[in-house]
């Protein structure tokens, strides 16, 4: 997905944000116990059990002495861990290496509660090789990933079963290519059974899928190439089937999918019992969904449910995975069909039910409480800029808020297995981040709360939400930060920042909403209007029309609701129109082009900071999703790209890209150069050698690129009020 959000640690309040991220973010993953009443996590290198209702009563599970390996003298740095099921032993991650996005492979290490020893899984595989290790359900053995082939390591003698064999860099079992992993967030790709006899797994074959080759040209003194597998728009997915293989080792068992391997994605599997599998299987377009049953033995496959949409469907909504109740024998879904995001009960039949009627979208299912006979869920059926916890019946019905009215802003909450407790995190643009633990469905504090001493004290963005409503009848949301010491007979410069494609929202209640953290001193200040708009097309919970309306129209429908909305709030006596603005960062950098290029009367200066330039350019998962099939719909990617339009630029325009960016390509900024260069459009840029999407790679990369973007801001579209 083209996002980013941008966290810099150049001010003191970006240093506090990060502090108080880390601090609230209990989940997801947090190791509950079996009553529910107390979760382990790392700290300060030991696994520690904390009692949610009374943290300082916790106890140490692993010490950091207990952390070091034998003939060692430090200790295992754990990233994550889990514990069998019977709580005796505890898996360990540790030494963890990045797969583009995430540290998901490094070394695994089990500790023995009863006997305290440490020993290393994977003896033999090369170092930091290992991925996604789980217990089988008995806690006997280990199943883990290394160099795209599966193992299955046994616990008493450490005897190691190879399950794949074929796995080489292009043909994956166990985990995902690129894309997989970038748009449908698939990374783990196995699943124990539930008696733990089998390994269900995806294989994906990317043997055809092209490499981009990005250029080292600073790391050596000969320019080296560095191959990324990076299928664009119009070129084939990779292969992708779901097999069956017994621990003990043996054949694997292909499940009899229907439909071309090659021109559909299978973005969900879990196992629906010890028999049987259900998968989720999407087309090419992404817009019809089927969920099909397979007997595990045989691989006979049983399609049980199908669903269409003219646009697409987020095979995100379905959470991750099944969230099964009733003893197996029905499992909770997300569909839009009714044109909101509603839950739906749903049985092996595909026979299902609406759980939450009304004009309201789910934003996600947070837990379901069989002995309580409720479902916890997130969502705001009054402000899209909003999220709050509801429950409904299980049986379905009228949801009722559980979160207290007075705590206006953006929520999470982690909520115990037993249903009557949660962790959960609340900020807002006016509150610091704050986590606790509250009681279920009551609501009420029982432990947390506190809130840093430097976070009492320090100046936080005044930020203002509003609505305005188009010249075409569209009402969007928006937030404002004014100037301080704000002048009504004056008239500022303002500053819109954007994204405005469907992979996020930028009008968000919650704490760092209205902070730039790429400029350097204080925007309000220095005399700036900060500014941001949500048009249609992103996804904010406000119906499916709203979400939807973007299809096949990303640099049209959402560049218009963008100008059209900057015009009305331009109509304030207090916005000088002559020093007007535009920011953006991946498809925010489109989006900022795009506006640029084609309401010049608008926007004078504009900062594109990793932007796709030519949509032909970004990967087959995402553009294809919201644009169409090539060779149809190639109009729709031409015609609403940036580059169609660059010969309209009459402002001052920053570029900024990574040349070593493997999510958006360095060759669109050089296309656009060339672009811009064709049509003698002058126009400034900064390149980053070998920096990622996130340009924060090197030393003084992040200082710098704030010193960029604010001296060309203020040289090009002046502070202060006049």
């Known amino acids: 997905m083209i996002q980013h959000v941008v966290r810099r640690a150049g001010t003191a309040l970006a240093l506090l944000f990060s ?22 996590r790392v700290q300060q290198d030991s696994v520690v059990q904390l009692d949610a209702r009374q943290p300082s009563k916790g106890r140490t599970i692993i010490s950091k002495k207990q952390l070091i390996p034998a003939g060692q003298t430090a200790p295992l740095k754990v990233r994550r861990f889990a514990l069998s ?31 305290q020893e440490l020993t ?22 280990v199943a883990y990933v290394s160099e795209h082939n599966l193992y299955v390591e046994n616990l008493a003698d450490h005897r190691i079963t190879p399950l794949t064999t074929d796995g080489t860099e292009r043909l994956i079992n166990g985990t995902f290519d690129w894309v997989y992993e ?63 293989v017994p621990v003990a080792g043996g054949a694997t068992k292909w499940m009899d999918i229907p439909g071309d391997a090659v021109q559909h994605y299978l973005p969900r599997m879990e196992w629906a019992d010890n028999d049987a599998l259900i998968v989720q299987q999407l087309n090419r377009r992404q817009n019809e969904s089927k969920l099909i049953l397979c007997t595990a033995a045989t691989g006979a496959a049983n399609p049980i449910y199908s669903e269409t949409e003219k646009a697409w469907i987020d095979a995100k909504d379905g959470a991750e995975g099944w969230n099964w109740y009733n003893k197996g024998k029905n499992f909770v879904w997300m569909s839009e069909k009714d044109g909101w ?35 916890y869920f997130m969502a705001s059926p ?71 001493d430097r976070a009492k004290t320090m100046k936080m963005p005044k930020t203002e939400f509003f609505q305005v409503k188009t010249s075409e009848g569209v009402t969007l949301d928006g937030w404002m930060v004014k100037p301080t010491n704000f002048d009504t007979t004056k008239k500022y410069p303002i500053v819109f920042m954007v994204y405005s494609e469907p992979a996020g929202q930028t009008v968000v209640d919650r704490f760092g909403t209205g902070l730039n953290e790429l400029y350097q001193g204080n925007m309000a200040d220095d005399g700036y209007i900060y500014a941001s708009l949500e048009n249609r097309g992103t996804p904010a919970p406000r119906g499916r029309e709203f979400r939807k309306a973007i299809y096949q129209s990303i640099g049209n429908l959402n560049i218009r609701d963008q100008a059209l909305g900057a015009q009305e709030v331009l109509k304030n006596a207090f916005v000088d129109t002559s020093r007007v603005a535009v920011w953006g960062w991946s498809g925010g950098g489109s989006t900022t082009l795009n506006l640029m290029f084609q309401y010049p009367k608008i926007y004078k200066t504009g900062i594109s900071i990793a932007a796709v330039d030519n949509q032909l350019n970004y990967d087959n998962i995402y553009q294809e999703r919201y644009m169409g099939l090539l060779p149809e719909d190639k109009h729709f990617f031409v015609d609403n790209s940036p ?21 958006v390509h360095y060759n669109n900024a050089e296309q656009m150069i060339n672009e811009l260069v064709k049509h003698n459009k002058t126009f400034q840029l900064m390149a980053y050698p070998n920096r990622t999407h996130s340009i924060s790679e090197g030393e003084g990369t992040s200082t710098h690129l704030a010193s960029t973007y604010t001296k060309f801001l203020k040289a090009n579209c002046p502070p202060g009020g006049r």
């Not at 290393?120 to 053995?141: C, I, N, V, W, Y």
């Not at 967030?185 to 074959?205: E, I, K, M």
Request: aromatic share 10%; hydrophobic share 35%.
């Open 19 to 40: 502090v108080a991220t880390a601090q609230a973010q209990f989940g997801p993953g947090t190791q509950w116990t079996k009553d529910g009443y107390s979760y382990l």
């Open 85 to 115: 099921e019977d709580g005796k032993l505890a898996l360990l991650h540790t030494n963890t290496k990045k797969v583009w996005r995430f540290d998901t492979r490094g070394d695994y290490w089990v500790y023995n509660m009863a006997t």
């Open 120 to 141: 290393q899984l994977g003896k033999g595989r090369p170092a930091s090789s290992l991925m996604f290790a789980k217990f089988s359900p008995d806690g006997s053995k």
């Open 182 to 244: 970038e748009e449908l967030d698939c990374r783990d790709g196995f699943r124990w059974s539930p008696d733990g006899q089998r390994l269900a797994y995806w294989q994906l074959d990317a043997t055809k899928t092209r490499n981009y080759l990005m250029l080292n040209t600073t790391d050596a003194q000969y320019p080296f190439t560095v191959p990324v597998e990076y299928p664009v728009v119009g070129e084939d997915p990779s292969r992708a089937r779901v097999g069956v």
């Open 341 to 375: 995001r509603h839950l739906y009960s749903m049985d092996r039949t595909g026979k299902h039910k609406l759980l939450t009627p009304g004009n309201y979208d789910v934003i996600s299912l947070t837990s379901i409480n069989e002995a309580a006979g409720t479902i």
């Open 382 to 452: 009054t402000n899209a800029t909003q999220t709050y916890l509801y429950q409904v019946p299980l049986k379905g019905g009228k949801a009722t808020r559980v979160t207290p009215a007075a705590l206006a802003g953006s929520h999470r909450y982690d909520v115990s297995p037993n249903g009557k407790i949660a962790l959960h995190n609340f900020s807002s643009s006016t509150s610091f981040p704050v986590a606790d633990v509250v009681t279920l469905p009551a609501h009420q504090r029982v432990s947390g709360g506190e809130i840093p």
């Open 643 to 663: 580059l169609a339009h660059a010969k309209n630029l009459r402002g001052n325009l920053l570029l900024v890209h990574g040349t070593g960016d493997d999510n």
